[in-house]
Every structure is written in structure tokens, then in C-alpha cells.
């Protein structure tokens, strides 16, 4: 038996009592609250200093172009000498070329894996896929922009002999490869928290897994699906290295994804890699076009979020 | 009378199930095609690159002549900022994780946080270049450094590590912090020494991910200014650097065909990198598991 | 100062007995024994909700006091105010007072921390830390400031002797707790709540989770703590009551109907809602 020795003889309780209010402890408490709610602010201070960063620059940016210009013009030349005109139309018709034909590849493509892994793969195919689509979403997208550039723009002109080097189709589709997993995956969890019990009760009715699949879980699931579809939207928006090297830099204000285009994200890009001198218009344009771009993330973002909390299925 | 006539069942049976299983090929083929590209994509690239892959591609700096041209000043940089980019990121998200999970009550500001948390997660990744470019580069004076940089990727990544902070957190047992609270024990002692050790493999897996985004990340980079091509080690915090995706992009750009070949190589060495950093991740997953 | 010294040599006999059980060492009933935890008119609140009555109801040291009742009567919130643990309820409110040793638990500026030290708690589902079986029952002693690894030794041998689970983990001290059987479990957080030799052990169903003969281990494991501890024992199992406490008290929407002995209680029991409940008509 351990003896008394190591204690003379004192309870637990004692020595406790010996090693208690000690100042530090009561210290500790107190203040690492605060600590801790000052790295909460950090990422309030984030906030804050994105749209504080984008409002003022922008606004020296407005000092130079007028609004109007601006938002309803359909030229933009920032670099043509003497006359630079500035009208975002063209930039941001080169970004949703991008994001539709994004959204074309992806979510057919995204919905079909959900669909499989959620209703049709077994257990074991569904944990070997899944983590392999998370791979496809991991990959840099410096290297997607590569891959469009090097591989996908040569096939499509194969096909498609007007294709320019650089033109909207290619990245398109190559950013709708990158946001495929992200719909498949948040597709898929939201496919799988329709609770087992209602598929179970209407294939007891003798419905085929398609039937229950498209009439029971797509219904159940669809705000979680819309809302990853908003979701990869946004994504598709801010999109920068594949459009950066694979769509070119003439902002052109035309429908044809064969062309050349310019997105807004390549655009700050292009300005970026250049000598563009600071407090020159040029510097603070792409304040301007990061602020649109934020908008528009932005609104997406507050509707995926807006999509699944209101129109979330209670089971 | 009965109301269903088998016969009619019996031979609209067969379409259905004709039609399960034609939508079924479909699924798969649009499954399959995700992973086809994949492996495309991998193929190519490690056909293309690997000729260039050799100990001298990784020991060169940069030059001009594709057959000299090497990635010794991209690795290194990127390393030197994942070295800021961890601990920043890890200790403001791990902090903000605590606040939210352990101490925040429900109430206006702290709702607020939540809501900016997740909203910022979806801000495109070069708006926080221009973050980046205003507050560190020009406002804080830090120039075109491995700390300006390290500072907006890690901004760039605060709210992943913060998610999976928060869930790892949230996945300790309450009971446990009973148990805690139970000895006596008072609310840091029990965050410090219950909930931390247990959260710590979820929370090390959602960072080591993150992190693997931040190596990734080019726009921010190119935003800052970050310069290409670079002949020497950066030597200090503030010192300029360049990085790997930042060269690969470079490379790219170039017309002579040699340094695709170039930029494939350098992007293997970038995905080994997050092959490695991956591994980490999945086999911190795996070994720490808890069940409770 | 003196009593903790007493305590010490109780505790010293306890182990040179170790597992047996120590029916013929069962104190003295005496007649006025101190009260350990004196309830006086005092109510609780979860929100709108009134959980806890006016409750007037004093537990003495030494003493098994069973809280029976049926499954929302309150008996856990009670336990649970005994050491503030409800408190981890944001909206909880209270009124009235509960005293230990004679002072109010809910006063101004009573510290928490200190009450819980010396009133311990085992939980419904056994609730080890994912560490292992030392560190689970150094924790206590850990978190109040005893480094030395010696006493630490000491400590948490003594602790698992006491709660009959030594023989079982001496060997394998090192291994994580979530090693051992439920029933295991369990002794090892009763070790675990031993080890800062608090003066009262509170159960909240502490067998609710276990197979029968785990349930039975423990029930002897409380029969040998009580001549050193006072325990309160949240049960819903009747049996379980009347076979191992002293006293008895019933619980019905959130009032206390009867607290007497356990024998009178399920002998001759004064009120009929008592008698309804123990003989099976509800609950």
C-alpha cells in the first residue's frame, strides 16, 4: 500500500486548499474571454476592411469615371492612350459567359454523381468516390487554368475550327469541372439527410429506386441542391487563374463564347501583373471591378444562405 | 371491381424498370466522367512534366532559358509562408472557434460573427488580394513580403479553419465537459485540458486542408505583386519571395513551348506538396478517431 | 481541520479492506448527525417552466439519500442544483436557498469551483475522458494544483481502490479508459470523483446505462463509500432505493411529496400519491 509519507499525513482536500486562489487562475478566467473575442473581431475586422478597402478606392475611382459610364457603358479600354473609357458591361458579360457555361457542365454533371452516390453507389463505392471527388476540388486552380490552356482549348479547336486561342468556352467548361465536386458534394448531403424512412416507404409501394430518387428524395433535398448550385455560382463568379490564362484579355461586348473575352477577376489580374502606378485611374479601376465582383458574390451568397435556412425541410 | 388491373402494372413494369435502369447508367457515366477528368488532367500533366523533373529543376532558380529553369526559390518561399500562414491562421481560428463554441451567447454581436464568418468564406480569393494590397502592402508598409502575403492568405483561410474548428469542437461530448465541470474544474481548464485534446485531430485535419488551399492560391499573389522570377532566398520576414503557383502561372503564360513542359513539372512538384500535406491530414483522421 | 483527519484514518481502514464488504463496519446511526446539505423554500426555473417547488429538504452526512420519482419530476434537477450544474443551462432562474454545511450555495459570493470540489458528481452515462485510466483519475487532483507525482501515485491508487476497480486496471493503468467495459466505466469515474476526497458524492442514475451486474457492483461500491461519504442517488428504479439507501425522498412535479427513511417510505408511506408510485400504479 502507498504510504503516507509523501503527504505528512494531509487529505487531498488539504492540499487543495494549500494550492488554491492562486492569482493566476482567477486571471486566466477573466482575460481569456476577451482573447478569445478579440480573434473572433480579427474576422469582423476582415470584413470590414474588404468593404471599407473597396468603397474608398472606389470611390477615388469615381472621382475620375462617372458612375454612369461605368455601370452602363459597353467599352472598356482602360489602355487605349488619350481616351480610355471605362464601362464594366463588357467585363461583366465576360464573367457570366464563364459562369452559365460553367453552370451548364456543372450541375447536370454534379447533380448525376449526387445522385448516384446518394441513391444507387453502395456504402463502399460511396466512401472510396466521395473522397476522390474531394481530391478533383483540392486541385490548385492554377493548374485547372494550365489544363484549359494546354489541353482542352486544342481539342475544343479540333472541333470547333473558329475557336480563338483564347476564347470564354474552354475556361467555361474547365471552371465547371472544378465546381462539379462542390455541387455533387453538397448535393449529396443534402440528398442524404432525407431520411431513410420515407425512401423506404415508397419503395415498399413498389416505386423503382429512379422513381423514389426524382419523386421523393429530389423534392425533399431541392433547397439543399439549389442552394449548392447558388453556391458553385459564386464560386464560378470569383473565379480568377483559368480565366486568367485561358480566356484572354479583350473585353468585348458580344454574345459568342468563340471569342476572346475578359473577365472581371482576369482583368484585376492583368492590371495586377502590369506596371500600373499606384493613384493612377487604372489602379483604382480595379477597386472598382473587385467591388462589383464582391456585389455579385456577395448577393449569391446571402441567397444560397437564404435558399436553404428558409425553404429547409423539417423531417 | 378492384381498381388496379395487374395486367396494365405488369406491362408498365417493365418500362419503369427499363427507365430505373437507363437514369441509373446515366448517374454513373456523369460520376464517372468527374473522376475521367481527373485522371486526364493528372496523366497529362505527369507525362508532360515529369521529363523535366530532376534534381536540378529543383535546386535552380529561375531563368530564362527553359533547360536552367528551376523552382528552388517557389519552394522555398512557399514554404517560408506556409510557415506564417500556420500559425496566424491556426491560433485566430482555433481562438474564434473557443469564443463561438464555448463562451459566445446567443445574442446580437455574436450572431453578427457567424453570419460574417460564413460570408466571409464565400468572398472570392483576389478580393483578398486587394485586401491584402491596401492594408498590408501599402497601409502597413510591409511591401510585396513573405509577412504581407502570409498575412492575407491567412485572412484568405481563417474562416475554413474556423468551421472546422467549431465542428470539432462541437463533437466533444457534452458529458465530458460535465465531467470536467463536475471535479471543480473552472471553464478554461476544462476548455484546455478536456475539449482541446479531443478536438485537436479534427481540428489539425480541417487546417492541414486548409493550409493545402493557401499553397494553391494564386490570385491573392499576383494581386500583392508577388514577383516572378527571382534569383535569390528571401532572408527575413519582410524580405520578397515568390512562390510556386506563382511561378507555375508565370511559366504558363510564356509562348515557347519548353516551359510548358516547365509548368507541368512545377506542377507536380506543387501537387506532391499537397499530396503530402493531404496524407498528413487523412492519417491524423484516421489514427485519432475518438469514439465516445 | 479535525474532521478531515478523521476522514483520513476512515479512509486508511477502507483500504486496508479493499474490496470486502464492510457491512460490520456500517456507522452508528446516530441521532442528530450534521446536515450536509440544508433546501429551504427553494424553487428553479428553466425559462417559463417551473422545474423545482418550494423545496424544503435537509441531507445528512453519512447518510444514502435516494431521490425517486417519476421521469420529468425534477429529482435530476435537483441533484443538479446541489452543485450548480444546472447552471449550465443558460435560462435557468433560482430562488430560495440551498445551504452546504451552513452556507448558501447560490450566495453572492459563493465560488462554484470550490463547491464542486468538495461535492463530487457521477454521471448517468459513464463519462471518462478520452485519456487514459491515470490521467482520468489524476484529473481532479491535476486541476487543483497537486504536481507531485508521487502523491499523484498515491492518489489514484488509493482512488481506484476505492471504488473496487484496482485488481481490474492496475496492470494496464496507461490504457485509455474507453477500454474498459461500461460497468468498468462507470467505477472508473466513481474513482475519478474519489480522488479529490469530496465530502459528498452525488449520483444522477449512475446505473441507468449498466447491465445488471455491473449495476449490482456499484450499488455494493456505495454501500462501502457511505462510511465515508454522504451520497445522494438520483434512481427511477425502485429497488435500487430501497436496497441501498437511508433515507428516501419522493419527487412528483417538481414538489417534494415525502422525504422520510427508506423503510418507512416503502413500508408504511403517509401520502397515497407515495403509495401509487412505489406500488407501480404510475411512473
Known sequence: MASQGFRNGQSVQDLIAKSRNRKGKKITEKTMPILLFIAALISVLTTIGIVFTLIFETFEFFQRVSITD???????????????????????????????????????????????????????????????????????????????????????????????????????????????????SLSEDAMSSVPNSIREGA??????????????????????????????????????????????????????VTGSIQTMTAYIVQVSSGDAGYGTTIYYSIYAVGFTLFVFTLIMNLLAHYISKRFREEY | MRYIDDSVVMKRMKTRLNRNKGWKALFLTGTLFALLCLVILLVRIVTQGVGYLDWDFITNFASRRPENAGIKAALVGSIYMMCIIAPVSMILG??????????????????????????????????????????????????????????????????????????????????????????????????????????????????????SRAIGETAPLVVIGIPVILRFLPDGLLSEFTALPMQIYDWAKRPQEEFLYVASAGIIVLMLFLVIMNSIAIFIRNKFSKRY | MVQTMMKNENNIKLNVQSSQVVSEELPVVKNNKSTVFGTKDFNLWYGDHHALKEINLDIKENDVTAIIGPSGCGKSTYIKA??????????????????????????????????????????????????????NIAYGPRIHGIKNKK?????????????????????????????????????????????????VILMDEPTSALDPISTLKVEELVQELKGNYSIVIVTHNMQQAARISDKTAFFLNGEVVEFDNTDKIFSTPKDQRTEDYISGRFG
Request: glycine share 8%; proline share 6%; charged share 15%.
Open chain 3, 151 to 199: 502523491i499523484l501515485d498515491e492518489i489514484v491508487e488509493k482512488s481506484l481502490r476505492g471504488a473496487a476497480i484496482w485488481d481490474e486496471v492496475k496492470d494496464r493503468l496507461n490504457q485509455n479508459a474507453y477500454g474498459l467495459s461500461g460497468g468498468q466505466q462507470q467505477r472508473i469515474c466513481i474513482a475519478r470523483c474519489l480522488a479529490i476526497e469530496p465530502d
Open chain 1, 70 to 184: 461605368y455601370l452602363f457603358g459597353t467599352s472598356w479600354l482602360p489602355f487605349s492612350g488619350n481616351n480610355p473609357t471605362f464601362g464594366v458591361l463588357p467585363l461583366i458579360l465576360g464573367t457570366l459567359k464563364v459562369t452559365v457555361i460553367a453552370i451548364i457542365v456543372a450541375v447536370p454533371i454534379g447533380l448525376a454523381a449526387a445522385i448516384y452516390l446518394s441513391e444507387y453507389a453502395s456504402d463502399k463505392a460511396r466512401r472510396t468516390i466521395k473522397p476522390i471527388l474531394e481530391v478533383l476540388a483540392g486541385v490548385p486552380t492554377i493548374v485547372y487554368g494550365f489544363f484549359a490552356l494546354t489541353f482542352v482549348t486544342p481539342i475544343l479547336q479540333q472541333l470547333i475550327p473558329s475557336l480563338k486561342i483564347f476564347n470564354a468556352l474552354s475556361p467555361g467548361i474547365v471552371v465547371g469541372i472544378m465546381i462539379i465536386p462542390m455541387i455533387a
Open chain 3, 82 to 135: 446541489l452543485n450548480r450544474m444546472v447552471e449550465l443551462v443558460p435560462i435557468v432562474r433560482t430562488n430560495g436557498e440551498i445551504n452546504y454545511r451552513g452556507r448558501n450555495i447560490f450566495g453572492a459570493n459563493y465560488q462554484v469551483e470550490e463547491l464542486r470540489t468538495k461535492v463530487g458528481m457521477v454521471f448517468q452515462k459513464p463519462n471518462p475522458f478520452p485519456k487514459s485510466i491515470y490521467d
Open chain 2, 94 to 211: 482555433v481562438a474564434t472557434a473557443i469564443y463561438l463554441e464555448e463562451y459566445a451567447k446567443k445574442n446580437k454581436i455574436n450572431d453578427f460573427i457567424r453570419m460574417n464568418i460564413s460570408n466571409l468564406a464565400g468572398v472570392p480569393s483576389i478580393v483578398f488580394g486587394l485586401l491584402g494590397l491596401t492594408i498590408f502592402v501599402r497601409a502597413l508598409a510591409l511591401g510585396k513580403s513573405l509577412l504581407a502575403a502570409g498575412f492575407t492568405m491567412s485572412l484568405l483561410i481563417l474562416p475554413v479553419i474556423i468551421v472546422a474548428a467549431q465542428e470539432a469542437i462541437r463533437a466533444v461530448p457534452q458529458e465530458q465537459r460535465e465531467a470536467s465541470y463536475g471535479m471543480g474544474a473552472t471553464k478554461w481548464q476544462t476548455i484546455t485540458r478536456v475539449v482541446l485534446p479531443a478536438a485537436i485531430p479534427g481540428i489539425l485535419t480541417g487546417s492541414i486542408l486548409a493550409l
Open chain 1, 203 to 256: 419503395l415498399a409501394l413498389g416505386a423503382t429506386k429512379f422513381e423514389v430518387a426524382l419523386k421523393v428524395v429530389l423534392p425533399a433535398a431541392l433547397s439543399g441542391i439549389i442552394s449548392s448550385a447558388v453556391l458553385a455560382i459564386s464560386r464560378a463568379l470569383g473565379e480568377t487563374m483559368i480565366v486568367s490564362l485561358a480566356g484572354g484579355a479583350s473585353p468585348t461586348f458580344d454574345f459568342s
